[in-house]
Structure formats: C-alpha cells, structure tokens
C-alpha cells in the first residue's frame, strides 16, 4: 500500500470512530516517512547552547526564599510606617505623662493629651490635602485654555511615546524562546 491509501484509510477510521484500526493505520502511515537525519554537530551545538542558557538563568535567578524575605521586610517597613505615621502624634504626649506617674487621673491626662495631639496632627494633614486641592484646581484652570490643553496632550504624547519605545526594547532583549547557537 502506498502513503496515500495509508493515509484515507486512518482519516476513515476516525472519522468512524474505529480507535485501534486508527492507530493502526497512523502507525503504518508514520514508519512509511522516510527518515530525516540533523546535520552533524547539530546535537553538540544545540546541548552547548541550552547549557550556556542554563547556567546563564541559574545565575540570574535568586532562591525564593530570598524573595519571600525581601516581600516580608516590605510589608513589615510599610505597616511599620503606617503605624508610626498614625501612633507617632499619641505616643509622645501618652508616653509623657505616664512617666512620671501610674495613676487612673494620668492614664486619663495622657489620653487626653494624645487625643489632642492626634487631632492637632490631622488637621495638618487636611492642610496638606487642601494645598493638593488648590494645586489640582489651577491645572483644571490650565487645561480649560488653549495652551494648558496643548501642553497636557504633548506631555501625555512624549509619555506614551517613551512607554512604547521601552516596551519594545525590553521585548527585544528579552525572549523566551531564543536560544543563541553558536558554531
């Protein structure tokens, strides 16, 4: 039988649904394919090259428990800014008034002033948002103009412009599928 009834006769058996005939059929079909042999060397060049991407990778990669300590100090640094940004105004006028003194009326005194001092401390924060605020409504007066929109949109142009060009080279030096055969 030639390659070509080999070929109608495994089609037929699955389009039939006949699994063993089909199997049979591709298996007389596939040893039927003349055999393609690499050039020489072609193993030695491709081994050498996926070994020099091996070691390249292992030295680029870092234990994940590097990684898992390095994720952990940044939460650990942000939670601790956090909170230091929001006990730091209670802890002095607390911490002072209960120095000296253990007493129900200085428990209450050191409240009492860790409460003002926190009060104190956010309404300078709200003094911060009210300068954002002024600073956000001059650019909305800016970009209401000709020449504010015009400068927004250039600068939105450039950043779009630099966005894409970074993409590409980073897309460029790094594929996942090159491998570099040197002969």
Known sequence: MNERKHLERWRAAEAAGREAEAEAALVALLVRLPRLDPPPGFAARVAAAAAAEVVAAAARRRPWWSAAAAGLALA????????????????????????????????????????????????????????????????????????????????????????????????????????????
Do not use: C, N, Q, Y
């Open 76 to 183: 650990a640094g942000a939670l601790g800014a956090l909170a230091a940004g929001v006990a730091g105004p209670l802890a002095g006028p607390l911490a002072g008034s209960l120095a000296g003194r253990l007493s129900f009326a200085g428990v209450i005194d050191g409240l009492t002033s860790a409460v003002t001092a926190f009060a104190t401390w956010l309404s300078g924060a709200a003094g911060a948002w009210g300068v954002l605020a002024d600073v956000g409504g001059a650019l909305a007066t800016a970009a209401g103009t000709a020449p504010g929109a015009t400068a927004i949109l250039v600068t939105l142009a450039v950043s779009g412009l630099a966005v894409r060009l970074l993409s590409d080279l980073i897309a460029t030096e790094r594929s996942w599928s090159h491998v570099a055969i040197h002969g």
